[in-house]
Nanobody
Framework: QVQLIESGGGLVQTGDSLTLSCAATGGTFSSYGLAWFRQAPGKDREFVAT????????YYSDSVKGRFTISTDNTKNTMYLHMNNLKPEDTALYYC??????????????????WGQGTQVTVSS
């Protein structure tokens, strides 16, 4: 059973940077595909970024591509989301997730079996 704990959220201003962390316990970290999702108030949870478990390539939503970077440190069983040039529309509860999705289903919530509790990111204008 994999347990995920996010941290690093906070209140920042437009244009600021922030790094989220997701610490994993209870599983073989490198064997899972890892992803970040987010949910803004009144909206559905949406895909942000992922690292594929086999090819270790990274994939991003169009809304964050070029501004956000997903990375992992397998020695620490930790995943990161480095967020630059933050915008008010990035305001959301950010979740990390782990699973074994196939390549065609990387962006779908149902592809991930394990979820953290979320960390809030608020970007003021």
């Amino acid at each position: 059973q994999v347990q995920l704990i996010e941290s690093g959220g906070g209140l920042v201003q437009t244009g600021d940077s922030l790094t989220l962390s997701c610490a994993a316990t209870g599983g073989t970290f490198s064997s899972y595909g890892l992803a970040w999702f987010r949910q803004a108030p009144g909206k559905d949870r949406e895909f942000v970024a992922t690292i594929h478990r086999q090819n270790r390539r990274t994939y991003y939503s169009d809304s964050v591509k070029g501004r956000f970077t997903i990375s992992t440190d397998n020695t620490k069983n930790t995943m990161y989301l480095h967020m630059n040039n933050l915008k008010p529309e990035d305001t959301a509860l950010y979740y990390c997730a782990a699973g074994r999705p196939i390549l065609s289903s990387l962006r779908y919530e149902a592809s991930y079996s394990y979820w953290g509790q979320g960390t809030q990111v608020t970007v003021s204008s």
